[in-house]
């Protein structure tokens, strides 16, 4: 399954969506509050939306499902 990632992390209120890239659908839709208390908790950082590769890019989408458990979002 492919994915994409839209985060707008420069917005005041940020925000993270990933959405399955042949149907469109949001798999995981976190609100600034979450994205917020993901980087105070050191979990994520503004870099980590930056993969250089499509196989970074697969580790992101993985890195956020396996934080959406975690964090319960």
Same mark, same amino acid.
């Given at each position: 399954? &492919?994915?994409?990632? &839209?985060?707008? @992390?420069? %917005?005041?209120?940020? %925000?993270?969506?990933?959405?399955?890239?042949?149907?469109? %659908?949001?798999?995981? &839709?976190?609100?600034?509050?979450?994205?917020a208390?993901?980087?105070?908790?050191?979990?994520?950082?503004?870099? &980590?939306?930056?993969?250089?590769?499509?196989?970074?890019?697969?580790?992101?989408? %993985?890195? @956020?499902?396996? @934080?959406?458990?975690?964090f319960?979002?």
């Open positions: 399954m &492919d994915f994409i990632v &839209d985060a707008w @992390l420069e %917005r005041p209120e940020p %925000r993270i969506v990933v959405s399955n890239a042949h149907n469109g %659908r949001a798999v995981l &839709d976190w609100d600034h509050h979450t994205v208390r993901l980087f105070a908790s050191g979990a994520m950082s503004p870099t &980590d939306f930056q993969p250089s590769s499509p196989g970074e890019q697969w580790e992101l989408v %993985r890195e @956020l499902f396996y @934080l959406q458990h975690v319960a979002v």
